[in-house]
């Protein structure tokens, strides 16, 4: 049921990524065309455009991590022996569950913090963009644990 969940809310995320960066596209080529052909200069288009681009960095390695696609270091850890492989995995995830609470509780005093300061161009506080830090955090903490799950035997069916 969890890997289930889990499956759905990677696609989800991925949908969500995409579709955030065609509106990235779309804004910024419309924002050079009217530059270019007519002169007109949107001056809030940058400020969107930092707001777009990390929400979808944040929510694209939240997916990545989900699907199990992103960088995994584990040369030597497929070359030792099963035993001492599974407990360095079992390491190398609690690792990561401490990291997905520090993104968490820092990405939550960030925005806290960020929400009194608004963008250049219009009054919307940049803490909207921090606040994909600690969504993202959960999202791939939410990740960890069905791993965790998987690796401890937990669940057979994942």
Not at 19 to 26: H, N
Not at 60 to 88: N, Q, R
Not at 127 to 134: C, E, I, R, T
């Amino acid at each position: 049921m969890w890997k289930r969940i889990s499956e759905y809310l990677t696609d989800g995320i991925q949908w969500t990524s995409g579709v955030l960066f065609l509106g990235l596209l779309v804004l910024n080529v419309l924002r050079i065309f009217l530059r270019y052909f007519f002169g007109i200069s949107w001056l809030w288009v940058p400020d969107l455009s930092r707001l777009l681009f990390i929400w979808i960095v944040f929510l694209g390695s939240a997916c990545l991590y989900g699907g199990g696609e992103h960088l995994v270091m584990d040369y030597f850890i497929s070359k030792l022996d099963y035993g001492i492989a599974s407990k360095l995995r079992r390491f190398v995830l609690a690792g990561e569950c401490v990291l997905f609470i520090v993104l968490m509780g820092v990405g939550i005093q960030m925005t806290i913090v960020r929400m009194g300061i608004p963008f250049d161009t219009w009054d919307l506080p940049t803490g909207y963009a921090y606040l994909a830090v600690p969504i993202s955090g959960a999202i791939m903490m939410f990740f960890c644990l069905v791993n965790g799950m998987q690796l401890f035997g937990k669940e057979k069916n994942i």
